[in-house]
């Protein structure tokens, strides 16, 4: 149980594009969803915490304009970049936490999108 | 500020042996909860064990072991009996009871060799 998937698990776009990632709970319900970035070889930095039915929190440092997140139901999130530049290249993941579980602070993973602009 | 510290930033043990990955947090909260995901070469982060800030009982899970000492806040994790598919990155973080977001260390790349 608790299996989080990620569509796509890679994209390559050109400059100027958009880029929409997707982030599923598959077999649990998620109120509570987060969006990480991981550059080569460093740990896992929040971007922002997506919740079902209200607006994203950005975490300081980054842009809410540019990494728009919707959170329409309980089992997905999306986050989309947009206007996407190469500094924006980099490993995106998310996770979710099963509210139903004893565990509930308990965050598990999706397998990464590993995005690459051109 | 809650942070959580690994200070070996690569460690390598030989297949079958032991070895254990240290972990050290700070903060002023009571109720928290530690854990130690494992990221292999795949980069999907996987969960290998949880530990929850009120229990004395050191967290278990088949090869998997903690030492948590609450007063000192460390954390540590055992791999007993090593294998190949241990050779990873393992990331310790620490969330607090109240609070959504999950702190993690810098993390120690694991090598198992035969």
């Known amino acids: 149980g608790a299996v989080v998937s990620q569509h796509p698990s890679w994209v390559i776009c050109k400059s100027g594009t958009s880029v929409k990632i997707e982030c599923r709970s598959l077999d649990f319900q998620a109120t509570t969803m987060f969006w990480y970035r991981q550059f080569p070889k460093q740990s896992l930095m929040l971007m922002a915490t997506s919740n079902e039915g209200s607006k994203a929190t950005y975490e300081q440092g980054v842009e809410k304009d540019k990494f728009l997140i919707n959170h329409a139901s309980l089992t997905l999130s999306t986050l989309t970049v947009t206007s996407a530049h190469p500094e924006d290249s980099s490993f995106y993941i998310c996770?979710?936490?099963?509210?139903?579980?004893?565990?509930?602070?308990?965050?598990?993973f999706g397998p990464g999108t590993r995005l690459t602009v051109l | 500020a809650q942070t959580v510290t690994q200070s070996q930033p690569e460690m390598s043990v030989q297949e079958a042996e032991t070895v254990t990955l240290s972990c050290t947090y700070d903060t002023s909260e009571n109720n928290y909860y530690l854990f130690w995901y494992k990221q292999p070469p795949s980069r999907q982060m996987i969960l290998v064990i949880r530990q929850e800030a009120y229990k004395q009982q050191n967290a278990t899970e088949n090869r998997f072991s903690v030492n948590f000492q609450k007063a000192a806040k460390s954390f540590s994790l055992k791999i007993s009996d090593s294998q190949l598919g241990d050779t990873a990155m393992y990331f310790c973080a620490f969330i607090h009871q109240n609070t959504d977001k999950l702190i993690f260390g810098t993390g120690t790349r694991l090598q198992v060799f035969p």
């Open positions: 996770s979710a936490r099963d509210v139903s579980s004893p565990g509930t602070d308990t965050q598990y």
